[in-house]
Structures are given as structure tokens and as C-alpha cells.
């Protein structure tokens, strides 16, 4: 099923590695997934802008029936992510305990690999968030 | 080698959360209990299953151009040091580069001396800075590294990165360099065949005529050259195969086991390979106060090693809390068993269909 | 524009056919369909399906169909909208007859999802949401589905227990239709201890992965008064979209393009949501059959329909009455079929004639289908 061809990888790479977005130029919304048109004004005048920010799980689910490539990763932690900038996005959560998931936990960006790759495949490399690391 | 005004402007590392501790390993292969010890090593950290050399050295990049705080536009290398590449043929580089956002104007490779590639980065990036070819450099050392199940090597097999922004010793340098020595041969102490899996090694023969000699080789070098001796220095931060090689040449150098000791972090996390002597460093910038001088000594099977004198700068200080230290990154840990540490590295024969 | 008619209805029975393909199960509810008729001259089909490009390596599928149908030459076309598929096709069939191009035009549905193992049909099906941004990170359609569901409860303050209601509900329902894909009763408990799917979605929440085909026939004014005695009318429809990437969406709790689907369908039809008697709402997992009983007016105050259900409402007798055919739930999701299966067997329920859980004297219907998570809905309104 998860048949991938390298322009696929390499067409995406900034929104999936850098969390690149779009802006409007007309009134300002942040898109992401980055955009063509404006949802909001319908304005085709957009700029690019990366979103590399803190924010929080608004909700989360735990996936055990995982589809294909994603057996290792099971049970895999989803989550929908607001981040500080109010743009929301939806992203696996990583190096974290399944109890330790909750609503409203703080998360970072970070880049992981976000699946199992064949023997000869690319590698598909994206954002994931994880819990802060403590510092001090 | 001679070359001017080189400092370090920042530093960042990354160890993954999870760890699997000896006795754990030596129960599963049924080495006596006591095997650990004499390794001075307690326990090793563990790439998750989403993880790898460019994950891992991304975050450290990232971290250390926390600390460096120079816009990433004026990097103009960028060099990834490891023996653990994702690709057999496919810069590292370049995918971390992407991520960064610091595309597409730079020195970009990967480079394999087993663990000394990101010391041999990192020379090259003083003498690119030196010249004036670059603004700054990004050396990144990083690696997974893997070992035959039921091998001695599998006890410190770690994964873990380090990673180091090269520059002009100004203002906003954390640290300068004072010198730079390599000492180079070719001696077959640890190899990896084309396709083979795992790594062999020449077991005692990976000491004495590999390890010893090619760091007092350098170290030696460097003092001559520099005219100093070991009492010069504050600390020294050699490349950490397990805890006990470290201590060992220390002594055969003079160099008291205080002066080590704040560098050596392979008791908690393993051998992390290209990244060990410099997460060492990093664990030393991290405590160190201006004006200290440190030795770093990394080490690379194949074989060669390198000293280097670093001497650390007030603007030091501004830095340290600027992303996760050393420290953060060892005391944040989660233990795995032998079962899940078999499924993350992949070593399970599985048939995908 | 015309009006359009249902004259004839065919539906297999959903479950795991592995002795069936695509051919012989559309064959089977198309030629019912036609004898139901008593034999109309069908002119064109619309037939509804989801994967018989990705899981069974059939594109062209009107024509194929058309063909073992015994409509070979007609015209005929594959629409697909997930699993809205269904729905999608009776829009597209209604309006080849309300404007005048056909007078009888078939609708079928059919999905084959058995051959392959649940890795690979989780993987086809996570193709409704958004491949680049969803799908790439991991998400399964279930996952999805349970950030919905895990907000909703948060929310609302709603319980596990309270949800599994809405289950044994449609398996009461579900226990006297010969059609259905699980037709027996199940207690709350069994639901609650079900095994967990995509938390806090358990497999008692979701529907079944099954076979099945369902085909119906409409017809002109002047045609359907000359071959039945019960047409019934679809008085009125509505379709619309939203957003795919479920984290762009203004709110979690309810679907924007239900309330706007059903809002241009009631103005059709003239009549707002007391008027209906009974309605087959898309329930592909518990959460959301309770958010579609508030999105289409049937629920005043959102996040109380499990309260409102775990206190008797909508069972067979109230108004609505839901899902009386078990739902997606119990009565089963051949997802590009169902939303062709629900008008089907309101149709049936309008006709009085339909084969289990009975909504006696039924004058209203709402047919209600749902193509990915809720980013294309049709609602389909018909009178007898």
C-alpha cells in the first residue's frame, strides 16, 4: 500500500520537516497544511512561513489497529496540537508513556522518522512533538 | 597546524531517552554478573524506534544554534560524522541541512574515520574558518551504533549526537581553540566490511597499538607543539570506548582522574561513538568556568586520534541554559528490557510482505 | 427541475462474501432492484464504490458493472467520496432525472473489503483523510475519529458508559433485519470491555468491515405513477464539503457541512427536523451517530444525546426513530454502498414494507451519508 516515490518525499519536505506553512498576505490567517487560496478571504496572494513553536495537546488518541509500516510505532500516540501561534495541527507524539498523554501536556517539534521504511525504500522523515525536556 | 582566531560559538547535544542497563545485557547472553563492572559502565542509551544519526543530530544542531545564536544563513558548512549512516549512499547532511532551513549555499558531506569523523570535521571546519572560505561551520557527530547481539561490544554500543558551531573567536565565542593536532596510521583495530551488519574488532589488540597509542601520539604532539603540560589543563575529555580506557590513559599522560572525571559520561550512557569525546566536551563547557583550558582527545579506530586545546571565554556563561544540557538529557531516561531492546534496533529477522 | 422517485429497491445481504466479487455482489442487488420494479426499462447507472481502485485493481467500474447487470452499452459512472460514496451516488442519480436527461436511472453501491488483511483495508480506507498530512504521519481513520470522540467527551463531561448505548441500540435494531452484517444483541458491558481499536474507540464503537451491494431505482414523475402503487419522493437534498485536514477545522464537536448539507435539503423538502419520522444517520463509530443526531436538529443542546438516549429516546416509536436497520454499526458499512443501503431502506420503511425493525405509519425520511471525517455529507430527504 505504501508505495512512495521520491518526488512525493522530496515535493513536501518543507512542510514536513520544518513545519512550513502559509500565510496571507491580505488578512493574515496562517494556514497549515500551506495553502493556495485563503479558507478565510479567498486571497491568492500567500507568502511562506515556518512554524518551528512550542504547543499543546487539545486532543489525542492512542492507535492500536495501525495501518501498514507502523506495526514498531504501535501503540501509536496521535494527537491535534495547538501551537502558540493558534495554527493547529495534528501530529504523532513521541518519547512518551501512553499515561503520560493528556489534554492540555506542552510539546515541542522535533524530527523523527515517521515510519517503517522497506529494505531499499527512502526514508520518510517528518515532525513529531514530544514532551519538554526539563531543563535546570 | 597553524591557524587563526577559531572559536566555538556554540554547542548542543542530544542522548535519547531510553536506557538498557548491562546486567540486563549480560543476563540475556549469559556473561557473569560481575562483566559489567569491569567496564565502568552501568548503563547505555538507546535510539527510540523513530530514530537515527540525522533525527539525533538534528536536535543537536538545533540545540547548538540555540546556543550560538548567529543567523543559520551564514553557515556555510555543514559536516555529519558517523558510522551509523541511514543511507549507505545519501548525505546525512543534507537532510539535516533541509530541516534546519539552511539550504542550498553550503560545504555539505558526511564523513566516516569510525569515531573520530567528527573530529576530523571539525578540524577542517577551523581551518575552513581560519581562511576566511567560511562565516561559520556546523559539525555534527552522531551515530547509532550497532554491535553483533551477544558481542562484548553490544555492552556499550550507544546512540547519541553532539554537535558544534565553528567560528570566528569574537565577542559572542564561547570558547576559542588554542591548537589542533592529528595522528593518523593505518591500523586495523575495529572494521566494518561493505555488507556486513555488525562491526568486528581485534578484542585486546584494540588497545595498547590502536587506543593508547594513537592518543598519546596526539596529545603528545599537541603539548610540544603548544609548549604546555598536563597541569596547563583543567580538564580532559578523551574518547570514551567504556569507563575504564579513559581513566587508563589519563593516567600513562599525567593527567590526575579529577580532571576527567566531569567529562566522563560513558558510565551513564555508553559508548556513543562520533559523538562521545564531544558530548564530553559538551558536559564540560556546560560546568566550566571562563578561562579553564581543556584537553579533548577524540579517538577513531582504523586508526587515528586528535588533541585539541579549547579555552573557555566569559560569554560561556549567557549560554549554558539557552537549550537542554548534558545533564537534562542523562537524567531524562525511561528502562527498557532486552526484548524491547531487540525490537528497536531492528534485530529481529522479519519478513516483510 | 422534476420530480424523482424511488420505484425500486435491491439490497444483498453484508458480510464477509468471499464467493462474491464486485460483479456478482452488484449483479445480485441491481437485478433485485429491477424486479422490485417489476421490470423498468433502467437507462443510465451511477454506482457508488470507495476502493476498487486500491484494493481490488478495478477502475472502470460503471462500465464493468453495467455490464453484469444485464445494462450493457448504458450509460454509466463510478462517483466516489470515501464512504460517502453512497450518498454522493443518489445525488448524482436524482439530478440525471430531475433534469431531464434520463427518466430512470440506477443507483447502485457496492464495496468489496474482505480479500486483504485489516493492515491493508485500515490503510485503504485511511485514504478518505488527507494522504499527504494525515495519512503520511499515521493516522488511521479510527485514529481520527477518536480525537473526535475523546474531545467530545472531555467536553461534555460524557462517560464511556453513556456512549455505549448508542451501540445496543443499533444491535437491538439490527437483531430483526435480514440484511444485517451482526444481527444480534449485545449489553453495554460487552461494549465497554471490547477491545481497544484507536483510544477511547473500542470495537464495539465501529462498524464492520463487510461486503455488500445495494442498488435503487428512480424514476420520473410520469414513469414511477405508471410501475408502482407506494413512489416515494425525494422531496429534498443536500450536499456539501469541508476541509479534509481534521486540525484546520473550526470546531471538533460537530460537522460543519452536515449542518449545512441538511439545512439546503430541509428548505427543499419544506419541513424542518421535527417533521421527520425516521432517519438513517452515519454512525461508522458511536461518537459519531451522536454528533449527527445534533448536527441534522434532531438534539437541541449539544453533548446531551447520549444522556438523551441512555434515557429511552429514539427508539422505534419516538420521532425520529433512528436507524431502525441497526445503523453502520450492526446493519454493516460496505462503505461506498451504505449511503445507497440507508435511502434504500427508508424508501422501504416509507413503503411500509421494509423487512425488520418496523417505523409504522413513517411519512418523512432522512437519509443521512458521511465521506471521510465529515468532509462530504449528503442528506437525502424522502415522502411518501
Known sequence: MNKLSPSRIWRYKSSRYRIEASKCNKCGALHYPPRIVCDKCGSRDLSKITLNEEGRVITYTLIYSVPEGFRDQAPLPLAIVELKSGTRILAPITDINPEELKIGLPVEPILRRLTDDENGGLIKYGFKFRPLIKQG | ?353 | ?384
Open chain 2, 1 to 353: 597546524m597553524k591557524f587563526n582566531n577559531v572559536g566555538i560559538s556554540g554547542w548542543g547535544v542530544y542522548i535519547p531517552k531510553y536506557r538498557i542497563s548491562l546486567d540486563e545485557i549480560a543476563k540475556a547472553w549469559g556473561y557473569p554478573s560481575t562483566y559489567p563492572q569491569g567496564l565502568n559502565v552501568v548503563e547505555k542509551a538507546v535510539a527510540g524506534v523513530d530514530e537515527d544519526t540525522i533525527t539525533m543530530g538534528f536536535e543537536a544542531a538545533r540545540n547548538a544554534l540555540r546556543r550560538a545564536g548567529v543567523d543559520p544563513n551564514f553557515i556555510g558548512a555543514v559536516y555529519v560524522g558517523t558510522e551509523s549512516k541511514p543511507y549507505a549512499v545519501k548525505p546525512s547532511a543534507t537532510v539535516i541541512a533541509e530541516a534546519l532551513g539552511i539550504t542550498p549555499k553550503k560545504l555539505t558531506a558526511d564523513l566516516e574515520f569510525a569515531c573520530r569523523a567528527a573530529s576530523e570535521a571539525l578540524g577542517i571546519s577551523i581551518g575552513l574558518v581560519s581562511s576566511g572560505m567560511v562565516k561559520y561551520a556546523l559539525v555534527i557527530g552522531s551515530d547509532t551504533a550497532q554491535a553483533s547481539p551477544g558481542d562484548v561490544l553490544e555492552f556499550t554500543a550507544a546512540s547519541g549526537s553532539a554537535a558544534y558551531v565553528i567560528g570566528r573567536d569574537d565577542g559572542n565565542a564561547a570558547a576559542y581553540f588554542e591548537g589542533f593536532y592529528s595522528y593518523v596510521t593505518d591500523t586495523p583495530d575495529f572494521w566494518r566490511k561493505e555488507n556486513a551488519p555488525y562491526p568486528m574488532h581485534g578484542e585486546s589488540f584494540t588497545g595498547e597499538p590502536a587506543y593508547f597509542h594513537h592518543i598519546v601520539s596526539a596529545v603528545k604532539g599537541l603539548l610540544e607543539e603548544l609548549g604546555l603540560r598536563p597541569s596547563d589543563f583543567d580538564y580532559f575529555v578523551p574518547h570514551q570506548p567504556n569507563g575504564k580506557f579513559p581513566l587508563k590513559v589519563a593516567r600513562i599522560l599525567g593527567f590526575p582522574k579529577e580532571k576527567v572525571l566531569p567529562g566522563l559520561i560513558v558510565t551513564r550512557i555508553g559508548n556513543t561513538y562520533s559523538a562521545s569525546a564531544l558530548i564530553g566536551l559538551a558536559a564540560v563547557l556546560e560546568k566550566a568556568k571562563p578561562g579553564s583550558r581543556i584537553l579533548v582527545a577524540p579517538y577513531g579506530s582504523g586508526a587515528g586520534a586528535d588533541a585539541m586545546s579549547i579555552v573557555v571565554k566569559d560569554s560561556i556563561l549567557d549560554k549554558v541554559g539557552k537549550a537542554p544540557t548534558v545533564k537534562d538529557y542523562i537524567s531524562r531516561k525511561t528502562y527498557i528490557d532486552y526484548g524491547l531492546y531487540v525490537k528497536f534496533y531492528n534485530k529481529l529477522r522479519r519478513f516483510k510482505f
Open chain 3, 1 to 384: 427541475m422534476r420530480k424523482v422517485y424511488v420505484v425500486g429497491v435491491g439490497l444483498t445481504k453484508i458480510g464477509r462474501h468471499f464467493d462474491k466479487g464486485l460483479r456478482e455482489l452488484f449483479a445480485e442487488a441491481a437485478l433485485k432492484a429491477i424486479d422490485d420494479t417489476k421490470g423498468v426499462n433502467v437507462e443510465a447507472l451511477v454506482v457508488g464504490n470507495m476502493s476498487s481502485s486500491s484494493l481490488c485493481e478495478q477502475d472502470n467500474l460503471g462500465a464493468l458493472l453495467a455490464d453484469y447487470a444485464g445494462l450493457t452499452g448504458k450509460p454509466a459512472f463510478k462517483v466516489e467520496a470515501a464512504c460517502g460514496s453512497g450518498g454522493t451516488a443518489v445525488f448524482t442519480g436524482y439530478s440525471l432525472v430531475a433534469s431531464g436527461l434520463f427518466n430512470v436511472v440506477m443507483v447502485g453501491g457496492v464495496e468489496k473489503l474482505t480479500e486483504y488483511p485489516t493492515r491493508t483495508v485500515t490503510s485503504a480506507l485511511a485514504q478518505a483523510s488527507d494522504a499527504e498530512y494525515e495519512l503520511y504521519f499515521g493516522a488511521s481513520f479510527t485514529g481520527l475519529n477518536a480525537l473526535i470522540m475523546r474531545y467530545y467527551m472531555e467536553k461534555y463531561g460524557v462517560t464511556r458508559s453513556e456512549i455505549s448505548e448508542w451501540p445496543v441500540l443499533m444491535h437491538e435494531n439490527a437483531s430483526r433485519n435480514p440484511y444485517a452484517q451482526l444481527p444480534f444483541k449485545i449489553t453495554k458491558e460487552r461494549v465497554d470491555k471490547s477491545q481497544i481499536i484507536a483510544d477511547p474507540i473500542r470495537l464495539y464503537d465501529a462498524s464492520p468491515i463487510g461486503d455488500g451491494a445495494a442498488a435503487i431505482i428512480l424514476a420520473s414523475e410520469e414513469v414511477a405513477r405508471k410501475i408502482t402503487d407506494t413512489p416515494v419522493e425525494i422531496a429534498g437534498l443536500g450536499m456539501a464539503t469541508d476541509k479534509l485536514y481534521l486540525a484546520s477545522r473550526d470546531k471538533l464537536d460537530t460537522f460543519k457541512a452536515t449542518v449545512e448539507a441538511a439545512k439546503v435539503a430541509y428548505n427543499m423538502a419544506n419541513i424542518s427536523p421535527k417533521d421527520v419520522d425516521v432517519a438513517e444517520v452515519h454512525d461508522a463509530f458511536s461518537i459519531l451517530g451522536l454528533i449527527n443526531l445534533e448536527d441534522l436538529g434532531f438534539v437541541e443542546e449539544k453533548g446531551k444525546t447520549a444522556k438523551l438516549l441512555c434515557e429511552g429516546r429514539f427508539r422505534p416509536g419516538d420521532k425520529p426513530a433512528v436507524n431502525p436497520s441497526g445503523g453502520l454499526k450492526a446493519r454493516g458499512h460496505p462503505v461506498g454502498a451504505t449511503g445507497v443501503y440507508q435511502v434504500a431502506e427508508v424508501a422501504m420503511q416509507l413503503r411500509g414494507d421494509f423487512p425488520g425493525t418496523k417505523v409504522p405509519e413513517a411519512k418523512v425520511g432522512l437519509a443521512q451519508s458521511i465521506g471521510g471525517v465529515g468532509s462530504t455529507i449528503v442528506v437525502t430527504i424522502l415522502k411518501r
